[in-house]
């Protein structure tokens, strides 16, 4: 995936979740192929995400300690390239283009699927490494 000087084993999932039943899922949805990380509230997403140097970001839209969206710009402005991935209840169009146009890859609306889930990082990891064997 990504070039880092310690390579891991699995891919590292940064995750901002804040409701503990939505993380759970994830972590029972994705714990066997990748290594979750979960920002709490208050943190720095962006400066995690630049120490840690995770193949992606999930983040829930409506976090208690910031704007999504705005979170979502700032991480691409400092990481550039980071596959970033919203959750949210919130499906309408609009929801979406200004999603998109904050920078994220894609937006998963709640409940999560496995399956919609793990197609939205395979076709990230599609595009990072290229085909798959």
Known sequence: MNNRPNRRL????LVAEA???DYKLLEITLG????????????ALA????????????LDILRPDTNGLETVRELRRR???LPLFILTAYAFDTDRRRAEEAGCDALITKPVTPRELKRQLDRCHRQTDGPTK
């Open 10 to 13: 699995r891919p590292l999932l």
């Open 19 to 21: 409701t503990e039943s």
């Open 32 to 43: 066997k192929e990748y290594d979750l990380l979960r920002a709490n509230e208050g943190c």
């Open 47 to 58: 400066e995690l995400a630049l120490q840690c140097a995770p193949d992606a970001v999930l």
């Open 79 to 81: 990481t550039g390239h």
